[in-house]
C-alpha cells in the first residue's frame, strides 16, 4: 500500500496502523514479491469452511450412500476445526488458518478495536461516509450506494448457515 499517496490525499492511515500496531507489519511487506506465486495462489487457492465441509460430506454420502447419516470421522475424513485457506504448492498442501496470519503479523489473533472514535475530527470517518453515502452527512441505508448496500445485506443477513 502506498501509505504517502494516501495521507497526500487527505486520507492518513498511519495513526490506525500504530493503534493497531501493524506498522511493523506493513514494513515487512514492503520488499520483494513473488509474482508468479501470488497469481498462482489466487487462481488455485480455495476456503474451507463448513459449506466446503458439508458439501465434502454430500459428495462422499453420493459415491457411497451406505455413509448417509454417518460423522465426518466415521466417512474417513478429518475433523473439520476452523475455516481455512488450502492451496498446494508443488503438490505440497499447504493449510492458512487465522492463527498463521497473526503469527506472521506478529500479533495476536483476537484483533483491536478503537472505540470512542470523534465523529467530528476524524478524516477517516468523513472519508468513508463520502464513500458509502454519496458525500451525504447523516446517511442512513436507504441513502447507501447500492453496492455498499448488497455488501451490508449479506453481512447482517448471512445465508443460511449449513
Known sequence: MDFVSLAHHDCDLSSYLRF???SGYYS???GQSYKNLVKYFWVRAEIYDKH?????EDHMVLLHPKLK???RAEMGLKKFKRTEIRFNVM???INITEEVIGKICRRTIEGAFQWNLNKKTSDWIS?????LFKGK???NYSDM???FRSCCKNVFYPKEEV
Open 91 to 93: 503438490e505440497i498442501p
Open 137 to 139: 452527512k447523516d446517511g
Open 145 to 147: 450506494e447500492k453496492f
Open 28 to 30: 515487512m511487506l514492503d
Open 20 to 22: 493497531q500496531d501493524l
Open 69 to 71: 447419516g454417518k460423522s
Open 127 to 131: 472519508m468513508v461516509r463520502q464513500s
Open 52 to 56: 466446503a465441509t458439508k458439501a465434502e
